[in-house]
């Protein structure tokens, strides 16, 4: 009999604990807001199904004022507002969600213009379709996982922020680098020494930073939708105590995200 109480007792804190893993999902209050990632796997009226980097199919459902967006490189600064019929299988998106009842409704769904242009070579026979189904499987799970290509770090005089001659030199060369390179940004931020006023270095880092900024832009060429906003850091992490030249720098990368086409042209 004993023995008998314990499974029941085993029984029920098993089926308790699970209970509490589904509850997520299953009892999701009206409101709750969550965001699903993947490949469109298939549309059936107002309901999209949508697989996940898990593997999981999400059943989410379009409204009236769902909103469709097709974004423009990888900064995604720019993009267009698009229809419904802009959602085809194989698209890789992001979905942001609202709970209503048993639905997940989107209030706003996003993709890559060059994504869209993939999907729809593979919906008109255009390339092999495995192949391209195949790939964009691989960038999904690479989506938004940025690799740095190349690095540069700047040094400034003390409370200036004007490039010096190596500074240039290792920029040109960076922005030579991007060139060749399909769907890149820079990304940077500035730092200072420890001497000084807190407000004041956060200030200067962020001026160093844009400085690099427009020297890639104006001298480099390089298009300014690629070029991010520099952060000011303030004080660099390895600033020490007083006047440190290795602190007052912006640390530049050249970075491709991996679930975009990031190859040499």
């Not at 029920?12 to 796997?41: E, H, N, R, Y």
């Not at 999209?48 to 990888?74: F, M, P, Q, S, Y």
């Not at 189904?133 to 004007?162: I, L």
């Not at 030199?169 to 420890?194: C, H, P, R, W």
């Amino acid at each position: 009999m004993a023995r008998w109480n314990v499974s029941k007792h085993t029984l029920w804190i098993a089926g308790l604990v699970a209970l509490f893993a589904f509850a997520p999902m299953v009892f999701a209050a009206d409101g709750d807001k969550s965001t699903v990632k993947g490949l469109i796997t298939a549309i059936d009226g107002d309901t999209v199904t949508v697989r996940d980097g898990n593997n999981v199919d999400h059943k989410i459902t379009l409204t009236d004022a769902t909103e469709i967006k097709k974004k423009e490189g990888l900064a995604a600064v720019r993009f267009e507002r698009m229809q419904r019929s802009a959602l085809i299988a194989g698209l890789p998106i992001v979905a942001d969600l609202v709970a209503q009842g048993d639905q997940l409704q989107a209030t706003a769904i996003s993709f890559r213009s060059d994504d869209m242009r993939t999907a729809q070579q593979v919906q008109a026979g255009v390339a092999p379709t495995s192949t391209k189904v195949d790939a964009m499987g691989k960038r999904m799970d690479d989506f938004g996982k940025y690799e740095a290509v190349q690095t540069a770090e700047v040094m400034f005089a003390s409370g200036s922020t004007s490039l010096s001659e190596k500074g240039k030199a290792d920029l040109m060369s960076l922005a030579t680098k991007a060139k060749e390179i399909q769907n890149y940004a820079v990304v940077m931020q500035g730092f200072t020494d420890s001497t000084g006023d807190a407000a004041a270095n956060e200030r200067l880092s962020k001026r160093r930073a844009e400085a690099v900024a427009n020297f890639l832009q104006r001298q480099g060429g390089l298009q300014p939708g690629r070029v991010t906003a520099g952060d000011g850091m303030g004080v660099a992490p390895d600033a020490g105590s007083g006047s440190n030249a290795n602190a007052r720098k912006v640390v530049v990368k050249l970075v491709v995200d991996k679930g975009v086409a990031g190859s040499a042209k």
